[in-house]
């Protein structure tokens, strides 16, 4: 298995400075990462010349100015906060990882645009991290899972909800604007203006005819959208993205601001610490959280389903037997119904009139299928590992039945 | 499309991966002047560093608050304070009532009919009639 | 008691007789007025003997009842006082002169006594007590200027206290050795340089059996005898006199006056005359047993060095050296705040997650370290309620 090449670029994150000409602004990156296939539609003069439009700030703020004036704490301040140092401890950091960036991590981009001093780059790596790590997680011990589950279950491990409710958890307090005179301990973000309706951002996809929802299949999410199956945004101009950027009045919700914040942190553990820290940071935090996948399913035609799925596993048809029975002229009659393929019994479900058991058993039958998981089993990133032993390909099943 | 996955959040499990402290900030009051801070002073000159030390994920803040009684106020994670007034008390009783509010939840105290709870389901299930080796409805 | 119009009407038989109310007899009798009484009155007018005489010749059983015949009537008891004291003025003028020296005094505080005493019937030409116009309109008198019995500045140092100690303690010896009054030194506040020079070569050597009196040592006879002549002066007419000693010494002293003049003229005006320590520490180990020396002990060096000892303080005090240390205990500065020692404290250096405040946390700085401050201030200017 190909080893990430994450070390190279990140070492960028690490010294701001190092940015080489000819690779582009990260920025540019960040806007087209989720686009997998898109190649990049600015040509390397253009990114010069954006590049050359940024306010261009130095690395080390001169100290004479007043902490009032600045977007963002100061560096030094880091080292003073209490609170910074309580949530190092709280998280279990390890004692790699410095202050300073954990106060980095706590700056939101609409805080400071400075791409030297905001989590956007930390976040970005971080993001990218966890998604592989879930997936990983995910594919590996339910193979059979349909896909539309599989993005319920990565938005629910790492998705914006899941990642701002960790980040209370975790006792970061919310300052109320950004600026320089805030504890840096405080997660800092610039506010939507009240009134604002955070749903309302264009979610718009490259391609037009994909914009009515009627058109886009599960193929379609899985090439074109992000890793929770959701559009994500056109690429824009890079040019109308600098200057949006440069004016940097919208703010961003809570929500995002903390999900940020938490991809950040699992970021920079993993550029000072490496990645066993990371893992290992990933594993305590998030894999820890109880998720009930069962739940996840919806099924509408469940019978339909299961037909299918006993044809294409050249399985008998299945067929619903009443198993038992009682009131069934009653006010409250109850059926209990088997599905049988052959003389296997798929599944077993009762109900209070047969189809509605049928249906019952169907999904029983179904959820049993779908949430097989093998034991013992090893994920791809544990080759990441020194002196690891050869790979043996896990089995990852088809996937969901195509009606 | 056969199947809809339904969007959730995982539910936290705290002390399952890692445990997080639930007290997160201790504010330590005194006074300089007033004698009932006596106690106070003589814990936050000798035993706090210690204390500091032993938790050093709580965010220990001391400042004097004068002409008033010593108090000890813990933050916690889910948004509630608990404070406690140790007035004449000795660094002992400081220590375990700083004890105390560290090892709080933050919740209201409250009594503890069933001392386990857990989100998995039962493992036996739900009795139902229709089920198990019954000889005749 | 007047009787009821109401009541008395009812003796007329009344002409609309279901009108009126029915009053019975004996609240008719009760209401009629009384013929005795006012025939009593009647006749007392035109009597000598008036009602109170028969009451008190009643009482007292005889015809000459004694105490006064009016108590109530006559003149007054203030008349009776001037009448009876110009009499007596008039009587002890022929006494001799020593005893009217005394009375004189005594009179004068009252009312000049005369025959031709006329109480006053206006307020003009009164003595006036207080102020009519504006206090602060009036020249000041020389009882407003108000002397501190202490130096004004209280010393701190630990060589002069010493020094005044030594100063203190010298005095006392002399005033021992002559006999005088011991808290008779505090007239003088300030001595001249010379005699002070002469003081402070005078050394304290305490002999065995503790005497004052015997503990003093001359830097030679001159200064002896000056001291003495000098101390011989204090007590009644001191200020007259210390100026002639002053210019004896100075015919005496020539070659010390040409010492001193190396001194600065401007230091001459520091406390102490400049001198800076005293030139031995034998002073330090006398002991104040003896009440009556240490009550005057305290009270010269209280009033050289301008800290007051309290009675607990004094009561334990024993020796010269205990006084001097309690006053050093006092001057101590005050306990620091508890604020600094923590801030200076390695430990709570090393901790990262403790933060010391030295001020108390309002809900100001919480809105500052939240950031919330500059909206909130930003909002009140836009309103205009903050400059």
Redesign the interface.
Known sequence: MKRLQLQRWSSSVLSPQARAGSRLPRRIQHGLRYQSTNPFPVTDAEAEQLFEEEPSRSSIRPSQISK?ALPSPPVEAA?ES?KL??LH?RLYLPSRLP?ETLGRTLVDESADPNANFNNESLATLGHDLLTQYTSEYLICTYPRLPMTVIFAAMYAYVGPKTLAAMTNEWGV?L?????G???PG?L?FRRLAPGTNPNETPMRTDRRWEEQTWRRSVTSKVVNDNVFGDPVRASVNPKLLAKAAAKNTAGVSAEEASAQFVRAVVGAIYLHAGRPAAKRFFEQHFLSRHLNISDLFNFSEPARDLARLCARESFEPPVAKVLSETGRLSRHPVFVVGIFSGKDKLGEGAGSSLLEARSRASVAALKAWYLYSPMNVRLPNSMEEDGAAPWKPVHVDLGEVIV | MPVQGIRTVTAARNGVGAFILQCKQL?FH?C?WAGSSRGM?AF??HQ??AF??A????????????HKHPVIKGHYINGREKAICVRNLEPEQIFNKANLLKEASGEKLKRTKKPITSLNESVRGIWSPYHGGFKSV | MRPSVRLLNLEVPPIQGARTLYVCSVCRHAARPRPIVTRQFLRNASNANSLTEKVRRKIWGTDNPPGLKDPYGGEGALERRFKNKGAQVIEEAETPEASQAIDAAASEDAVPASADYEPATTWDGLDRVGHLGRWSDLPPAPADVYESFQVPKKITKKELLSLAAHQAVVELCLMHKLGKPLTSICEVVEHDKLIFKMIWKTKIVPSSNGQWSEALEYPNKQAEEALVYIFKQIGAEEAAETVEATEQVEETEEPLDELTEDLDTEQSKLAFCGYQKPRDNGHLSLSLNDPATKFAFLKRFSQLTGHFFPDPAAQSITTVQEAVTYVQQIMKSKPK???D??AK?Q??K????????????KRSDR?????????IEAELRARGLLE
Do not use: M, T, W
Not at chain 3, 367 to 375: F, I, V
């Open positions: 009032h080292r209490a140092a309580a401890a202050l307090e300052a109320a604007a950004p600026g005179e805030v504890d405080h800092q | 504010d005194y300089d002073v936050l000159k706090l560093p500091a030390k938790n050093p994920q709580i965010e220990i803040r001391v400042s004097p608050r004068p | 705040k508890l604020a020692y923590l404290n430990q709570y090393k901790a990262p997650n403790v933060k010391v405040f030295a001020k108390r946390q809105d500052e370290d939240l950031g919330r401050k500059k909206l």
